[in-house]
């Protein structure tokens, strides 16, 4: 039996690479709560066998919170010793798992944590959820979710303190053959939904086929009209054009939540 301090998790495969996240990165660097962190701390949980991704999530939020401080937490203690000599200002490693331990008391006003509840069954992401989601700052943000092995497709859930309140798709528009693909990497939470005729993943295909005359103008514009027409037809679309712009299409939680 584990110690009751001993850290909370499993050892994940550790795979990772350069500029996988940066769709995850670039959505966390756009949310209000890193704007308004009175301490803006942010947590990259699980960040595999390389520092490589928290090195960038650090150079990417400090573009508009320059006094960010991130901290690479891993639940593998040679992962840990070999990310520490990438260790710099405003860039630190500890060993650790979802209880996500930090000196101080301090509480992170962001934790990010991509690919590592994916080899999780669905019945230990609640309590996971919880763990991570009491460590947050006050109006904290926990980012949970997968992305594929380049970063091309990723989708995530946003959770706040009481619980998830957003779910996000993010794709590269160039070459995308339909929506769908990103049925692959949905979030463990809800991985059975990942079934053909699942409603949104078959909706954002059928406005997407539909949208096929705008392939002309390509991809961004029949990307722009598929989300437009998604939120026309009812469905809690969040976030400004400029995000769809990206390929992203963010929705309230309620709209995916599991039943």
């Known amino acids: 039996m584990a110690r009751p301090d001993s850290p ?11 500029n996988r996240l940066r769709r995850i990165d670039r959505w966390i660097a756009a949310q209000p709560v890193l704007r308004r962190a009175e301490d803006p701390l942010v947590v990259d949980l699980g960040y595999g066998a390389s520092a490589a991704t928290t090195l960038e999530l650090r150079d990417r939020l400090a573009a508009v919170r320059p006094d960010v401080s991130v901290v690479g937490i891993e639940i593998d203690p040679e992962r840990v010793r070999v990310a520490a000599a990438a260790a710099r ?3 630190q490693f500890r060993l650790g798992g979802f209880e996500v331990p930090l000196p101080g008391g301090r509480r992170p ?30 109006g904290g943000l926990l980012v949970e979710g997968t992305c594929s092995e380049l970063g091309r497709v990723a989708s995530w859930v946003g959770l706040s303190p009481e619980g998830p309140e957003t779910f996000t798709i993010s794709l590269r528009l160039a070459g995308l053959e339909a929506p769908s693909v990103v049925a692959e990497r949905l979030p463990k939470a809800l991985i059975h939904r990942n079934v053909p005729g699942e409603q949104l993943v078959h909706a954002l295909d059928r406005l997407w086929a539909t949208h096929a005359g705008l392939s002309v103008y390509g991809p961004t514009q029949r990307w722009m009209a598929t ?9 809690p679309v969040l976030g400004t054009r400029a995000r769809w712009r990206l390929g992203e299409v963010t929705l309230a939680w309620a709209a995916v939540a599991p039943a």
């Open 227 to 235: 989300v437009a027409s998604l939120r026309d037809a009812g469905w």
């Open 89 to 91: 200002d405003g860039v």
């Open 109 to 138: 006003a962001v934790i990010r944590a991509l690919n590592v509840l994916r080899q999780y069954s669905e019945e230990e992401v609640p309590p996971a959820w919880a763990t991570m989601r009491a460590r947050l700052q006050p």
């Open 8 to 18: 909370q998790g499993r050892i994940t495969r550790g795979t990772t690479g350069v």
